[in-house]
């Protein structure tokens, strides 16, 4: 379905929700005053709306988001408990958003939703937030997180872990009539050198640098506030525990950077970006174990990314879409070109 359509549907049961939830107005500080509730964005599986009270100008505001189908999980409950037990440990450190809400019954609300402060801010702009980019992540990357309380998923073999993902994206792809026979050659011919690339994966477990990794910084996963000189990161629900290359790789990976108006980085970019990220990062002797990381992470992440998006893509060929975005048809397509995935090739599966 449509997503404006899909948010038409919501709304009126969102704003039900939020006028009888006696202790969602509490917990907000809405109580008896009137709210604005407006439709906000939309992932892949979810969809966000803004909450807000149009009385007090200076009030603050709200999103409220909730799971219709899960991503990484076996159930979109998981998916939000998951996310806003992330958003819990990051509290206050100014990375993301402050989790204030959580409802996992499906009782009033037919979804898991979860509550957090509104972020003001544009999307990123690869010409202008490298550098606000990078501290986020250095300091993001520094943030230490117990066994005990660690509840992040554990990353151990990003390598292994990477290839299965993208094999059961590209399974999809190779299995739809629809699909594209020289899209699919090409697609199998990663998955052949990859499985020959995972054989690297023994370094990156014998020197390891790891930590809390958001996994997901498409562009329209970053907030930038100008006026603060800052970026922010949203959407948790992949984050993980593991080799901090991960992050850094999905940043730097030509495939997530091209849905932003078909750019791609220069290599000027990219020495910029990890030069301000190494600057800022706390413990400066791991530099040359990180990069070494990244050399050895970023094709796979260039797979998973490339092989998503034909699993995307069959959704929207079988019409099988349950969040239909009309941009987000268009970036799959692109990360389908042949000419791209020719590129592709050359940089990172041609040996």
């Known amino acids: 379905m449509d997503v404006y359509q899909l948010a038409h549907q919501f709304q009126p049961l969102l704003a039900r929700y ?14 008896a005053k009137p709210v604005s509730l407006t439709f906000l964005a939309a992932g ?45 440990y990051l509290k206050g450190l ?21 509550g957090m402060t509104f972020l003001p801010g544009r999307i990123l702009n690869y010409d202008n937030d490298l550098a606000r980019c990078a501290r986020i992540y250095a300091q993001l990357h520094a943030v230490t997180i117990s066994d005990e309380k660690n509840h992040l998923l554990k990353n151990t073999h990003p390598l292994t872990l990477y290839y299965r993902e993208s094999l059961r994206f590209a399974q999809k792809y190779l299995d739809c009539m629809k699909g594209d026979p ?3 050659r090409i697609l199998e011919f990663f998955i052949r050198k990859a499985e020959i690339k995972k ?10 640098v790891n930590g809390i990794n958001h996994i997901d910084a498409t562009f329209n996963n970053w907030l930038i506030d100008e006026s603060q ?20 790789s999905h940043f730097l990976c030509p495939t997530l950077v ?31 174990i990180i990069l070494e990381h990244l050399r050895l992470v970023l094709p796979f992440i260039v797979l998973r990314s490339t092989t998503w998006a034909a699993s995307v893509m069959v959704d929207y060929l079988e019409g099988t879409k349950v969040i239909e975005r009309p941009e987000s048809l268009r970036k799959v397509k692109a990360h389908l070109e042949l000419d791209f995935l020719e590129w592709l090739k050359k940089q990172y599966f041609e040996d």
């Open 258 to 288: 091209y849905r932003h108006n078909r750019y791609i980085l220069s290599e000027e970019q990219r020495i910029f970006f990890l030069k301000t990220y190494f600057d800022y990062c706390p413990d400066k002797s791991r530099e040359a």
């Open 229 to 248: 000189d800052r970026a922010y990161l949203v959407d948790w629900e992949w984050a993980e525990y593991g080799t901090v290359a991960g992050d850094l």
């Open 18 to 31: 939020v006028a009888e939830n006696q202790s969602l107005r509490e917990i907000l500080d809405l109580k």
């Open 199 to 208: 054989d690297q994966e023994p370094y990156l477990l014998s020197q390891p």
């Open 94 to 114: 100014g990375i993301t958003a402050e989790p204030c809400y959580l409802d996992l019954s499906c009782q009033r609300f037919p979804y898991p939703l979860m």
């Open 182 to 184: 020289l899209v699919k």
């Open 44 to 88: 892949e599986n979810n969809l966000a709306f803004k909450l807000s009270s149009p009385s007090e100008s200076a009030s603050p505001a709200w999103v409220l988001r909730f799971c219709l189908i899960p991503s990484r999980w076996k159930s979109n409950v998981e998916q939000i408990a998951y996310e806003y037990k992330t958003l819990e």
